[in-house]
């Protein structure tokens, strides 16, 4: 089965062989892309969370088929060094990961839920970020996701400001 | 004498079952005996194969009446918390469809058919008798304004009911048990029970 995908922006065409691969086994094995773990390949731990236009999967329970003609941003495609993605700029400033394999799927779960809600709860945490860390990061996670949180309010009312005033 | 009696009992019995077995006529008569008893369905029984099905976990674990979606035939808990959420689906981020897909995944044993969701909570089953599910089912006030003709639809048509009988294997592999009446004649029985104007039997 011919499957055309857009991966952090670029464009894909690949050819599968078995279209019930997991999404997860073509983003590491094929694209090459490390950066999304396999923790469980149960859909249990979010250890393999991305994006599939916009909407956060756990990608070792999502057949390749499903993401035909949609758009996959994976843990590299959030943002760059210079630029570092809200999320990423969080992780940072509260030093969140110990041995830091679960971190890719938290902080593309975090990077969804922050897309959607820039005032999330403590509720909304435990609700949306069930991911499992071994290394029990969670009590510095909670941190980082409120200071993401603030990150990107602060972005969209810079960039509200920014249209305000004509700029680009 | 004994000895004779008890060798012609055997032979007889080895006779019978050589010519009941090689005898299409009796094969044929067992097969329309059993189209005639599908015939026959009572309305009670129907209701009883209808409600059979209702009551098994492939179907409740869906229909809670505490928000908290239910696993596997001790139906424990959804795992990881999850819980209703809006629009029966889940929350913003983590959704039923972060992990369920439009069909079963066999690679990971997790669950799949389109629009995977919750039951509304008008339309939670668990821990009510027999009786008060039907009266939740056939009410339009419980069951999303939903007449008799599109319950028909509904039970045997929508593609998530009847995923009940295609129910993939688990986390394990291990194939997810199906509830006790066949599709096909769990289809029979709720038509049987609605053309009979769908009653309640007050017992
Ligand atoms: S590897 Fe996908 S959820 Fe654990
Ligand atoms: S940082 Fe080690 S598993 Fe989460």
């Given amino acids: 089965m011919k499957i055309a995908l857009k991966v952090n922006g670029e464009q894909h065409s690949l050819e599968i062989a078995d279209e019930n691969t997991p999404l997860l086994w073509i983003v590491r094995d094929l694209l090459n892309l490390k950066g999304t773990k396999f923790g469980c390949g149960k859909a249990a731990c979010g250890a393999c969370t991305l994006h599939v236009d916009g909407e956060a999967v756990r990608s070792c329970s999502y057949a390749v088929k499903f993401a035909d003609g949609k758009k996959v941003t994976t843990i590299e495609g959030l943002r760059n060094e210079e630029a570092p993605h809200p999320v990423q700029q969080a992780w940072l400033e509260h030093v969140v990961p110990q041995c830091g394999y679960c971190q890719p799927g938290f902080m593309m779960a975090t990077a969804a839920l922050i897309s959607k809600n820039q005032e999330p709860t403590d509720e909304d945490i435990d609700n949306n970020i069930i991911n499992i860390c071994r290394c029990a990061t969670y009590y510095r996670m909670r941190k980082a996701i409120h200071r993401a949180a603030e990150l990107e309010r602060d972005r969209l009312s810079l960039s509200t400001k920014n249209i305000e005033n004509g700029e680009e | ?47 009883e194969q209808v409600m059979n099905v209702l009551m098994h976990p492939r179907c409740m674990n869906c229909h809670p009446t505490d928000d908290v979606p239910k696993q596997g035939m001790d139906r424990h808990p959804h795992y990881f918390g999850m819980s209703r959420g809006k629009e029966n689906k889940g929350f913003s981020v983590t959704k039923c469809a972060t992990c369920h897909q439009e069909e079963n995944n066999l690679n990971s044993g997790v669950p799949g058919a389109p629009h995977w969701s919750l039951a509304p909570s008008s339309m939670g089953w668990q821990g009510l008798s027999r009786s008060e599910i039907a009266q939740r089912l056939l009410n339009p006030e419980t069951n999303g304004g939903k007449s008799h003709e599109e319950l028909v639809t509904h039970m045997t048509e929508d593609e998530l009911v009847l995923w009940a009988w295609n129910p993939g294997v688990d986390a394990n592999g291990v194939q997810r048990e199906k509830p006790p009446v066949s599709e096909e004649d769990f289809k029979k029985a709720v038509e049987k029970w609605f053309d009979e104007g769908a009653p309640i039997p007050s017992k």
């Fill in chain 2, 1 to 47: 004498m004994n000895r004779t009696a008890f060798l012609l009992f055997i032979f007889s019995l080895v006779a019978f079952y050589l010519i009941g077995s090689n005898n299409e006529a009796s094969l044929e008569a067992y097969e329309v005996i059993s189209e005639e008893q599908r015939d026959s369905l009572t309305t009670e029984r129907a209701y």
